[in-house]
């Protein structure tokens, strides 16, 4: 056996030089063709120009340098950025001389590309110029310029390398199609006995054509290249774009004669019956068919793939990128397999009812395959929860390993980061997890799919590919996925009979096999199923498939009753409902709770903002009468603003999710008092948001201690503002009030008089605080429309705005370092933008959306999601460094302080997080909370946290999570607190409750003398005393804001409220 990939090529290419080695297809009607000879020559070329540059010489590992440093005995990581052809594979041959490749898809964009780079650090990259300009990339170093069969590529150097193993072969990522995408360091070693298992099985030789149907970024493409390279045959490749046209794909396997296809299922599903009559027909020129990377299918579908008296071989290929490529094969005959199928009888109704698992249903010994035998070197174990081996007819994970097949796996943690043996000899038995379940059946092992595919649903947990599998026993369905989303599961079946075939025969089939608790919430009947990149199943292209539900129209408090009703049942899986039902009583928790509300706010088109809170807390019957006050509410309000909020389906001139937006003519109009403000010039000495206090050099306002509030001034934007106002003062001694409102519109006023100085109307309400940009010319709002928005403080005029895929609750916020605005979305994505609005990165935290703000601490954001995760993420790669799970929607924007971050989830727990992701402390507040917590550092380095509470309660806490204090108050309180130090040292807070009560607290009541310390660090009680409170005619939920001894309050009575505060 040669000892690594280069040699095994170089000795083919020595024997066979004259043979086609690749024919590369852009289109349907134009190839290139290059021999063993020409590929040698190009690849040496290559390795020539990178040895050069590394002090190698080309043909061996030896330094030519007399000043060469102990690194240089190990080879580097080359990174390759080119669009697949021979020229990439010229690439990665010259790389493998003596160096490992890093293959990266030329269509990722530069956050990914960067996160690439950062994570792999390479020493060089090889950069397409057509990849450079398409991708706009400008890379300083450039060490050298040279072409590849009439490409041209740049060698550009990096100065942080990783050092590697000697015997490192590629670098690649997984697919993430199981969880995050790891990046996995492959030796030679490990990938050497799969090609010569291959070519061994499916007994090839020089005359043989090799159809690549995987992208270079998977790793079996590595296979398929050394296949084809060990023996002399052709590697036939086609652009990615002609993978998805089956007519054109099919006819160039037949013009090349492809005899050997290694493909994922979902790619041969997409064939449909047009591979039956052609490369699977009784004369096709297909030798062999390899399936892997997914489940194989059954056998039912798999004939009818098959044209009638098909030669063609069929195997299951099982494996993980963590081990790459393939550990274990097995050659399936239908026929045997057909004659073997046969589902144990569900003898009646109730015994499948009370099966815990439909798969034991099953025969295993028919319609399901066997992963197979382990490859050469390679270890398979089928291990239970002890780790003990999983005997006869018991389920267990999947371990796969060995002392051969060991790499390096980097999953993104910080603990990852710094583990890699890079002088690591492998002679140590590796085993590796596969997260896949399986189940020891005569002596065989069978994958029953992901253990990770288990979710917990009111209590319940449930196998999704338990639910597939219970779909894929129907003979109409070819193939199911189904996909979590919240708390819903969605059920996808591709069937060959679609017209005859109907969601409700597909939901009253499922019945018979399925408890009610595991019944998917929507099932979807669709023509196929769509494949990315790596010939798996898409499943953001599965999601699209989904039709656009109506809404119901709402005409009396009785089909109120009824829509309300129906969705309160159908969440819990319950037949009825009566007036007294507590909703989590009745078996619901806090994510089915925001799932009904979601569900009745696409329906009423308005938001109901303490719903989830009645939901949660109260009857059905005080549900409904919540619902009909609202109702009743907007109704009399369409009198006077007729214009609801517009359904996003509706909004004629938006971009798509992810594109920078046109004006509509309505976003373009301002009120009629707009003035030039000529902030150009200017230097913003403060902001105050509802975090508190940022200043800008030494600039410092004194604060009364209050004991009166003074009304100055009120402004109405005509509907609720929900919003929290934003401060900017500027060194010309303007102050500026930024505040929008349920009306879409979005003001700047004068926060000394209340004047108007511009008014914008945005495409729908706006919920999200304003932030402003680092130089202070620009303000940030999110926008029901999901629209993040730029205008320009000089005017308002709409600089530019960004269109993300569902509603931005969340407030924006700004990195001081970059300039960079980064925000959540309901489609559950992260995002950062530059100043000029171009997307920086966006990255999928959790499965749940995000509805509060992100909180920047040093290089990292902070994030929140409505499925209860946490998350760290690097600001300028958009790579997610930490996440952990506090069990239940967080609603609470993360807030920094000295040790981390803090923040409350929905039932009342607080936590203190440290940046790098470990829980310092957890404080149980014993009721919802909906408030983000405020910080206060006092002059005596300490900390104060407060957080407000369903229960009435604000919470004071010190930076250890011991509680202080608490104010207790008359009505729940959503709004943050604001905190601030009076002139005397006098620790005040303004506590807003959602009855319209403002409450001016001092701190430091109860004490001899007012210290700012508070005795923090032995937890001294202390007794918050009111000072003097304002009594608005509005609900409150947005947060107060204090400058300049003025308090700013926004009500859901559609009024800004300015007071004066005196002693």
Same mark, same amino acid.
């Given at each position: 056996?040669?000892?690594?990939?280069?040699?095994? @090529?170089?000795?083919?290419?020595?024997?066979?030089?004259?043979?086609?080695?690749?024919?590369?297809?852009?289109?349907?009607?134009?190839?290139?063709?290059?021999?063993?000879?020409?590929? &040698?020559?190009?690849?040496?070329?290559?390795?020539?120009?990178?040895?050069?540059?590394?002090?190698?010489?080309?043909?061996?590992?030896?330094?030519?340098?007399?000043?060469?440093?102990?690194?240089?005995?190990?080879?580097?990581?080359?990174?390759?950025?080119?669009?697949?052809?021979?020229?990439?594979?010229?690439?990665?041959?010259?790389?493998?001389?003596?160096?490992?490749?890093?293959?990266?898809?030329?269509?990722?964009?530069?956050?990914?590309?960067?996160?690439?780079?950062?994570?792999?650090?390479?020493?060089?990259?090889?950069?397409?110029?057509?990849?450079?300009?398409?991708?706009?990339?400008?890379?300083?170093?450039?060490?050298?310029?040279?072409?590849?069969?009439?490409?041209?590529?740049?060698?550009?150097?990096?100065?942080?390398?990783?050092?590697?193993?000697?015997?490192?072969?590629?670098?690649?990522? =997984?697919?993430?199609?199981?969880?995050?995408?790891?990046?996995?360091?492959?030796?030679?070693?490990?990938?050497?006995?799969?090609?010569?298992?291959?070519?061994?099985?499916?007994?090839?030789?020089?005359?043989?054509?090799?159809?690549?149907?995987?992208?270079?970024?998977?790793?079996?493409?590595?296979?398929?290249?050394?296949?084809?390279?060990?023996?002399?045959? $052709?590697?036939?490749?086609?652009?990615?774009?002609?993978?998805?046209?089956?007519?054109?794909?099919?006819d160039i396997m037949i013009k090349k004669t492809v005899t050997i296809l290694q493909a994922t299922p979902t790619l041969m599903l997409s064939l449909k019956t047009k591979a039956k009559e052609t490369i699977l027909s009784s004369d096709s020129s297909l030798k062999v068919l390899a399936l892997g990377g997914e489940s194989f299918p059954k056998i039912s579908v798999l004939k009818h793939w098959l044209g009638v008296n098909c030669k063609t071989r069929i195997?299951?290929?099982?494996?993980?990128?963590?081990?790459?490529?393939?550990?274990?094969?097995?050659?399936?005959?239908?026929?045997?397999?057909? %004659? %073997?199928?046969?589902?144990?009888?569900?003898?009646?109704?109730?015994?499948?009812?009370?099966?815990?698992?439909?798969?034991?249903?099953?025969?295993?010994?028919?319609?399901?395959?066997?992963?197979?035998?382990?490859?050469?070197?390679?270890?398979? $174990?089928?291990?239970?929860?002890?780790?003990?081996?999983?005997?006869?007819?018991?389920?267990?994970?999947?371990?796969?390993?060995?002392? *051969?097949?060991?790499?390096?796996?980097?999953?993104?943690?910080?603990?990852?980061?710094?583990?890699?043996?890079?002088?690591?000899?492998?002679?140590?038995?590796?085993?590796? &997890?596969?997260?896949?379940?399986?189940?020891?059946?005569?002596?065989?092992?069978?994958?029953?799919?992901?253990?990770?595919?288990?979710?917990?649903?009111?209590? %319940?947990?449930?196998?999704?590919?338990?639910?597939?599998?219970?779909?894929?026993?129907?003979?109409?369905?070819?193939?199911?996925?189904?996909?979590?989303?919240?708390?819903? !599961?969605?059920?996808?079946?591709?069937?060959?009979?679609?017209?005859?075939?109907?969601?409700?025969?597909?939901?009253?089939?499922?019945?018979?096999?399925?408890?009610?608790?595991?019944?998917?919430?929507?099932?979807?009947?669709?023509?196929?199923?769509?494949?990315?990149?790596?010939?798996?199943?898409?499943?953001?292209?599965?999601? %699209?498939?989904?039709?656009?539900?109506?809404?119901?129209?709402?005409?009396?408090?009785?089909?109120?009753?009824?829509?309300?009703?129906?969705?309160?049942?159908?969440?819990?899986?319950?037949?009825?409902?009566?007036?007294?039902?507590?909703?989590?009583?009745?078996?619901?928790?806090?994510?089915?709770?925001?799932?009904?509300?979601?569900?009745?706010?696409?329906?009423? &088109?308005?938001?109901?903002?303490?719903?989830?809170?009645?939901?949660?807390?109260?009857?059905?019957?005080?549900?409904?009468?919540?619902?009909?006050?609202?109702?009743?509410?907007?109704?009399?309000?369409?009198?006077?603003?007729?214009?609801?909020?517009?359904?996003?389906?509706?909004?004629?001139?938006?971009?798509?999710?992810?594109?920078?937006?046109?004006?509509?003519?309505?976003e373009r109009s301002f009120g009629n008092e707009t003035q030039k403000l000529q902030t150009d010039s200017a230097i913003k000495k403060c902001v105050v948001s509802r975090r508190g206090f940022y200043n800008y050099g030494h600039f410092h306002v004194d604060l009364l201690l209050p004991q009166h509030a003074e009304f100055s001034w009120k402004y109405n934007l005509g509907k609720c503002i929900d919003s929290s106002p934003l401060i900017v003062e500027y060194?010309?001694?303007?102050?500026?009030?930024?505040?929008?409102?349920?009306?879409?519109?979005?003001?700047?006023?004068?926060?000394?008089?209340?004047?108007?100085?511009? +008014?914008?109307?945005?495409?729908?309400?706006?919920?999200?605080?304003?932030?402003?940009?680092?130089?202070?010319? @620009?303000?940030?709002?999110?926008?029901?429309?999901?629209?993040?928005?730029?205008?320009?403080?000089?005017?308002?005029?709409? +600089?530019? $705005?960004?269109?993300?895929?569902?509603?931005?609750?969340?407030?924006?916020?700004?990195?001081?370092?970059?300039?960079?605005?980064?925000?959540? +979305?309901?489609?559950?994505?992260?995002?950062?933008?530059?100043?000029e609005g171009k997307l920086i990165w966006k990255n999928e935290i959790a499965k749940g959306s995000i509805f509060s703000s992100p909180c920047i601490c040093d290089n990292l954001v902070f994030v929140a999601t409505l499925d209860g995760v946490i998350a760290g993420v690097e600001i300028i790669s958009g790579v997610v460094l930490w996440k952990d799970h506090v069990s239940k929607p967080v609603f609470s924007s993360p807030a920094q302080y000295s040790q981390?971050?803090?923040?409350?989830?929905?039932?009342?727990?607080?936590?203190?997080?440290?940046?790098?992701?470990?829980?310092?402390?957890?404080?149980?507040?014993?009721?919802?909370?909906?408030?983000?917590?405020?910080?206060?550092?006092?002059?005596?380095?300490?900390?104060?946290?407060?957080?407000?509470?369903?229960?009435?309660? /604000?919470? @004071?806490?010190?930076?250890?999570?011991? $509680?202080?204090?608490?104010?207790?108050?008359?009505?729940?309180?959503?709004? =943050?607190?604001?905190?601030?130090? *009076?002139?005397?040292?006098?620790?005040?807070? /303004? !506590?807003?409750? =959602?009855?319209?009560?403002?409450?001016?607290?001092?701190?430091? *009541?109860?004490?001899?003398?007012?210290?700012?310390?508070?005795?923090?660090?032995?937890?001294?009680?202390?007794?918050?005393?009111?000072?003097?409170?304002?009594?608005?005619?509005?609900?409150?939920? *947005?947060?107060?804001?204090?400058?300049?001894?003025?308090?700013?309050?926004?009500?859901?009575?559609?009024?800004?409220?300015?007071?004066?505060?005196?002693?």
């Amino acid at each position: 056996m040669m000892d690594n990939l280069s040699n095994l @090529f170089d000795n083919t290419a020595r024997k066979h030089p004259d043979n086609v080695a690749v024919i590369f297809h852009e289109n349907e009607s134009s190839f290139q063709q290059v021999t063993y000879k020409e590929l &040698q020559e190009e690849s040496i070329n290559v390795a020539g120009i990178i040895s050069e540059r590394q002090g190698y010489d080309t043909f061996n590992r030896k330094s030519v340098s007399d000043c060469d440093s102990n690194t240089d005995k190990y080879p580097s990581i080359i990174a390759i950025l080119s669009h697949p052809g021979p020229a990439a594979i010229a690439c990665i041959l010259g790389v493998l001389k003596n160096n490992a490749y890093f293959y990266i898809n030329p269509d990722c964009t530069k956050a990914e590309l960067m996160t690439c780079v950062n994570r792999v650090r390479p020493h060089f990259i090889l950069v397409e110029e057509n990849v450079l300009t398409i991708a706009n990339l400008d890379f300083s170093v450039v060490a050298s310029s040279f072409s590849v069969f009439g490409k041209c590529f740049k060698l550009v150097l990096f100065k942080e390398v990783n050092a590697v193993n000697s015997d490192l072969a590629y670098v690649i990522t =997984t697919s993430g199609s199981t969880g995050t995408p790891k990046f996995v360091y492959v030796p030679h070693k490990c990938i050497m006995p799969n090609i010569y298992d291959f070519v061994n099985i499916f007994e090839i030789n020089t005359e043989d054509s090799i159809f690549c149907a995987a992208p270079l970024t998977f790793d079996p493409s590595v296979v398929d290249l050394f296949m084809a390279f060990k023996t002399g045959a $052709k590697l036939v490749m086609v652009a990615p774009h002609i993978l998805k046209m089956p007519d054109v794909l099919l006819d160039i396997m037949i013009k090349k004669t492809v005899t050997i296809l290694q493909a994922t299922p979902t790619l041969m599903l997409s064939l449909k019956t047009k591979a039956k009559e052609t490369i699977l027909s009784s004369d096709s020129s297909l030798k062999v068919l390899a399936l892997g990377g997914e489940s194989f299918p059954k056998i039912s579908v798999l004939k009818h793939w098959l044209g009638v008296n098909c030669k063609t071989r069929i195997f299951n290929i099982y494996g993980v990128t963590e081990v790459s490529c393939w550990a274990t094969v097995t050659e399936v005959n239908v026929t045997e397999c057909e %004659q %073997q199928t046969n589902y144990k009888g569900l003898e009646t109704y109730n015994q499948v009812k009370n099966n815990e698992n439909i798969l034991d249903t099953l025969n295993l010994t028919g319609d399901v395959v066997p992963i197979g035998k382990p490859l050469s070197f390679t270890i398979v $174990k089928l291990l239970k929860s002890n780790l003990e081996n999983a005997a006869e007819g018991e389920e267990g994970e999947i371990f796969i390993g060995g002392t *051969a097949r060991a790499c390096w796996v980097d999953d993104g943690s910080l603990s990852s980061l710094g583990c890699m043996n890079v002088k690591d000899d492998g002679s140590k038995q590796v085993l590796r &997890q596969t997260g896949d379940k399986g189940v020891l059946k005569n002596g065989n092992i069978y994958c029953l799919g992901r253990l990770d595919f288990i979710i917990k649903r009111n209590g %319940q947990k449930v196998s999704l590919h338990e639910i597939s599998r219970a779909c894929e026993t129907f003979s109409y369905v070819e193939k199911s996925m189904i996909i979590p989303e919240g708390n819903k !599961i969605i059920a996808f079946v591709c069937s060959r009979d679609k017209n005859v075939i109907s969601k409700e025969t597909v939901k009253k089939d499922l019945k018979s096999l399925l408890s009610n608790w595991k019944m998917p919430d929507e099932i979807i009947v669709v023509q196929e199923i769509p494949f990315n990149m790596h010939g798996k199943v898409c499943r953001e292209k599965l999601l %699209q498939k989904r039709p656009v539900r109506e809404t119901c129209r709402i005409n009396d408090s009785d089909s109120l009753e009824h829509l309300l009703k129906i969705h309160w049942k159908t969440i819990l899986g319950i037949n009825n409902v009566h007036c007294k039902d507590n909703f989590v009583k009745s078996g619901g928790d806090s994510l089915s709770a925001v799932q009904l509300v979601e569900e009745l706010e696409k329906h009423l &088109q308005y938001e109901v903002p303490e719903l989830l809170d009645i939901i949660l807390n109260s009857s059905f019957e005080n549900t409904l009468k919540s619902l009909t006050h609202y109702y009743l509410a907007n109704n009399e309000n369409e009198t006077f603003h007729p214009s609801k909020r517009p359904k996003k389906d509706n909004h004629k001139n938006e971009s798509q999710a992810g594109q920078q937006s046109d004006m509509t003519e309505r976003e373009r109009s301002f009120g009629n008092e707009t003035q030039k403000l000529q902030t150009d010039s200017a230097i913003k000495k403060c902001v105050v948001s509802r975090r508190g206090f940022y200043n800008y050099g030494h600039f410092h306002v004194d604060l009364l201690l209050p004991q009166h509030a003074e009304f100055s001034w009120k402004y109405n934007l005509g509907k609720c503002i929900d919003s929290s106002p934003l401060i900017v003062e500027y060194d010309n001694g303007k102050i500026f009030l930024f505040v929008g409102s349920h009306s879409h519109r979005f003001i700047c006023t004068d926060a000394v008089t209340g004047g108007k100085y511009w +008014s914008v109307t945005l495409a729908d309400r706006v919920e999200s605080s304003p932030s402003v940009s680092r130089d202070g010319r @620009f303000v940030y709002v999110g926008c029901y429309s999901g629209d993040l928005y730029c205008l320009r403080i000089d005017d308002g005029h709409i +600089s530019w $705005k960004y269109k993300t895929g569902d509603v931005i609750k969340s407030s924006p916020v700004v990195d001081h370092n970059t300039g960079y605005v980064m925000f959540g +979305s309901h489609d559950k994505n992260l995002y950062c933008l530059n100043q000029e609005g171009k997307l920086i990165w966006k990255n999928e935290i959790a499965k749940g959306s995000i509805f509060s703000s992100p909180c920047i601490c040093d290089n990292l954001v902070f994030v929140a999601t409505l499925d209860g995760v946490i998350a760290g993420v690097e600001i300028i790669s958009g790579v997610v460094l930490w996440k952990d799970h506090v069990s239940k929607p967080v609603f609470s924007s993360p807030a920094q302080y000295s040790q981390g971050i803090v923040f409350g989830n929905v039932i009342g727990d607080i936590f203190g997080y440290s940046s790098t992701g470990s829980r310092l402390w957890k404080y149980k507040a014993g009721s919802n909370i909906f408030s983000s917590p405020f910080i206060l550092k006092l002059q005596s380095g300490e900390e104060v946290i407060a957080i407000g509470c369903h229960n009435n309660n /604000v919470y @004071f806490l010190n930076s250890k999570g011991e $509680k202080m204090s608490e104010y207790c108050g008359k009505a729940p309180v959503y709004a =943050t607190p604001f905190l601030y130090t *009076a002139s005397n040292n006098t620790v005040i807070s /303004v !506590i807003c409750e =959602t009855s319209g009560l403002v409450h001016f607290v001092d701190l430091n *009541a109860g004490k001899s003398t007012y210290k700012q310390n508070l005795s923090l660090c032995n937890k001294s009680i202390f007794s918050p005393l009111t000072l003097t409170e304002i009594k608005l005619p509005g609900e409150l939920f *947005a947060s107060p804001v204090v400058y300049r001894n003025k308090v700013y309050i926004c009500s859901r009575d559609n009024f800004i409220y300015c007071f004066n505060l005196e002693c």
